[in-house]
């Protein structure tokens, strides 16, 4: 899916003002390419993404197995995992691993699946393998639809602040 990088840009703003512009332009263009790339609302993944990490490209979870922003799965990337803490890296995974999920899905339910079944596969959850939404992708989708209207709307609402409470 295709959106404006300008509309990016300010959805990742809206979510991790700590970011340097700089960064923020890369991971913006990263997001758009792999959303069109994967034919994928590009807010979904700010929103995966400002859940999963709050933008910090070098988190590693405390059980070590989750790695950057997007929290890719260590074991399951094969790869060095020290690629995954660079951002544009960690989101060339992270989308694909989508396309994956999304094709899964597919297989699974023999026909195109909504933003929240594709989502249960990328999270992980229980109900994955039935490709069955859950309330924190119901939280992801919110999340961009909340973003989304900030940016078109000119709305003060903060996203971030209600879906993903604040430490």
């Known amino acids: 899916m295709f959106r404006e990088l300008a509309q990016i ?3 990742i703003q809206l979510s991790a003002a700590h970011i340097l512009p700089v960064r923020i332009n890369s991971f913006a263009q990263s997001i758009q390419d792999n959303a069109v790339k ?6 979904i993944e700010v929103a995966i993404i400002a859940h999963e990490s709050k933008f910090n490209e070098l988190v590693i979870s405390k059980d070590k197995q989750d790695y950057g922003l997007m929290q890719i799965r260590a074991k399951y990337y094969g790869g060095n995992k020290t690629y995954l803490l660079t951002g544009e890296n960690n989101i060339n995974v992270g989308s694909y691993i989508i396309s994956k999920d999304k094709e899964y899905c597919r297989r699974v339910l023999k026909r195109e699946p909504t933003t929240q ?3 249960s596969v990328y999270h992980g959850s ?3 393998y039935r490709c069955k939404p859950t309330k924190l992708t119901e939280q992801f989708e919110d999340y961009a639809v909340c973003i989304q209207d900030m940016i078109e709307n000119n709305r003060d609402e903060i996203c971030k602040e209600i879906y993903w409470k604040q430490n």
């Open 117 to 119: 079944e594709w989502l």
């Open 38 to 43: 994967y034919d994928f609302d590009p807010f």
């Open 126 to 128: 229980p109900s994955a």
């Open 9 to 11: 840009i300010i959805a």
